[in-house]
């Protein structure tokens, strides 16, 4: 416990404290509270989220339930009726658009913007994390380019070698390579995708990890999607 001695300051500066223990431990408690309570938010754009599960979206649950220093909002395409608009799942605040069917990630992209402009205005997100380079990568392009100049982080898992995303990434390459181009970091769990990203992205932003289902191997990946997170927060403060 710090017992600093203040005799030094009262001879030399005339000091006097004006704010008694009891006084200045409650402001500090309720300092700490509002912190606490005031999170910063990042957003994460994904085509698609629980309780459609795949590897990515079990990505994202595994990850946010292991960083308590931010609290998140999730956009999503809606892709079934039955879902509800918004729910909060696990750590995640999720905000499905759409009308629930199929046509819905296609435009996705262009009402993640509308929904954007409506929750910035309250969280102020100073970066964008992108699930996968598909329609949520678009997206998140798109917001930076016409809304707000954010960092982006894009997580890309195995998923993204299937042969029915290749050939759709072969219709629209050149925006694929723009999209990753525009992006600030970029994490993969896959040694192959690594070397084409590196093709397209400067090596420093590309990071890979090894993936198994154990969670000191999830420990390791959110520790890495922390610092990336950390450093792109500082980033978002300086872009214009």
Not at 16 to 29: A, C, F, R
Not at 40 to 54: Q, W
Not at 104 to 117: E, G, H, T
Not at 137 to 155: C, E, G, H, Q
Request: proline fraction near 3%.
């Amino acid at each position: 416990m710090r017992c600093p001695n203040i005799d030094k300051a009262k001879q030399l500066l005339d000091w006097q404290k004006e704010v008694n223990l009891e006084k200045g431990i409650n402001e500090t408690i309720d300092y700490f509270k509002k912190i606490l309570k005031n999170k910063d938010r990042i957003l994460i754009l994904s085509t698609a989220y629980f309780p459609l599960e795949g590897p990515a979206e079990k990505m994202v649950a595994k990850i946010t339930e292991r960083l308590p220093n931010w609290d998140f909002d999730l956009i999503t395409a809606k892709l079934n009726p039955k879902l509800d608009n918004f729910e909060k799942i696990g750590r995640v605040n999720v905000y499905r658009l759409g009308v629930g069917v199929e046509f819905d990630k296609y435009l996705f992209p262009f009402r993640a913007v509308n929904k954007f402009k409506e929750l910035n205005r309250q969280n102020n997100y100073q970066v964008i994390w992108s699930i996968m380079a598909t329609y949520a990568s678009f997206a998140s392009f798109l917001i930076s380019v016409i809304i707000k100049k954010l960092p982006i982080m894009i997580t890309m898992d195995k998923g993204e070698k299937s042969q029915k995303t290749q050939r759709k990434i072969r219709w629209v390459y050149p925006l694929y390579k723009l999209i990753l181009k525009q992006s600030h970091a970029i994490i993969t769990f896959d040694r192959e995708i690594e070397d084409k990203i590196k093709m397209i992205q400067e090596e420093s932003k590309v990071f890979k990890f090894d993936f198994q289902e154990e969670d000191s191997q999830w420990e390791i990946i959110t520790k890495k999607v922390k610092e990336t997170l950390q450093r792109l927060e500082i980033l978002g403060t300086r872009l214009k």
